[in-house]
């Protein structure tokens, strides 16, 4: 089987800086393309960036210059470097990853972190 762990969530005041972490374990191939989504109470989940396997990035419009997603594949983990925090990013946050599993030949399989909580106070 396949998990992604993820880490680094908290509390922090408005301007602050987290850095999240997601780590995938298992019988794990390859990884393809790795994110991260966000859900605000109330809301639905959005993405907020993503990185491929060759390590182009894309990230949502509200967090452009200020979250940076980066991906080291020896650990596989990615990471999302989150600055100058707003309480509107206030949110559970989740790890995405399109991962081929050993013996599916390239097949890929979406798996998900369980979520970690993301709170910005004014």
């Known amino acids: 089987q396949v998990q992604l762990v993820e880490s680094g969530g908290g509390l922090v005041q408005s301007g602050g800086s987290l850095r999240l972490s997601c780590a995938a374990s298992?019988?794990?191939?390859?990884?393809?393309?790795m994110g991260w989504y966000r859900q605000a109470p109330g809301k639905q989940r959005e993405v907020v960036a993503g990185i491929t396997s060759g390590g182009t990035t894309n990230y949502a419009d509200s967090v452009k210059g200020r979250f940076t997603i980066s991906r080291d594949d020896v650990k596989k983990t990615v990471y999302l470097q989150m600055n100058s925090l707003k309480p509107e990013d206030t949110a559970v946050y989740y790890c995405?990853?399109?991962?081929?599993?050993w013996g599916r030949g390239s097949n890929e399989d979406d798996y998900w972190g369980q979520g970690t909580q993301v709170t910005v106070s004014s």
């Open positions: 995405n990853a399109r991962i081929i599993r």
């Open positions: 298992g019988s794990i191939f390859r990884i393809n393309a």
